[in-house]
């Protein structure tokens, strides 16, 4: 039997991941999502500081105003908020997180505003790493939120 001398390779060339993928990881609804969702951003957060979609709105208005750090700041705490929420669900630091599931929309959104705040104020290691991470998260969600 001959010997290998380097990593598994697949059919098609490439290297082949013999682990199995983690599950995808489905966040719960979010309360602001429906209870809130009339009211102002910035009482929505207020109201339910753990939402990320209420922090990524805040985020994305923000950014629409040239306010880059207050953009920053809202989205580094949804995205914070988000973690918590995905680890408390099963996530281990890696594995996807689906955009085609609606309650994970606002981590996503928050890690996308957060590539851009982190550009605009010049902190391009940041941008690049969570836009990695978005993409990394599900392809589709950097697709959809890049248009």
Not at 105 to 123: K, N, P, S, T, V
Request: hydrophobic share 40%; charged share 20%.
């Amino acid at each position: 039997m001959p010997q290998s001398d380097g990593p598994a390779v697949g059919l098609n060339g490439r290297m082949q991941n013999l682990l199995p993928e983690p599950p995808a990881t489905l966040l719960p609804v979010d309360p602001a999502a429906h209870a809130a969702a009339g009211l102002p951003a910035e009482e929505r957060a207020a109201r339910y500081p753990t939402s990320s979609a209420a922090w990524a709105t805040l985020a994305d208005q923000a950014l629409a105003d040239h306010r880059f750090v207050a953009a920053y700041a809202f989205a580094r705490t949804g995205y914070h908020r988000g973690l918590d929420q995905l680890r408390r669900n099963g996530w281990k630091g890696h594995g996807s997180i689906p955009w085609s599931h609606e309650p994970n929309r606002g981590f996503l959104r928050c890690l996308h505003a957060l590539a851009r705040a982190a550009d605009a104020i010049g902190e391009a290691d940041e941008a690049a790493r969570c836009a990695q991470f978005l993409r990394d998260s599900d392809p589709t969600a950097a697709d959809a939120l890049a248009g």
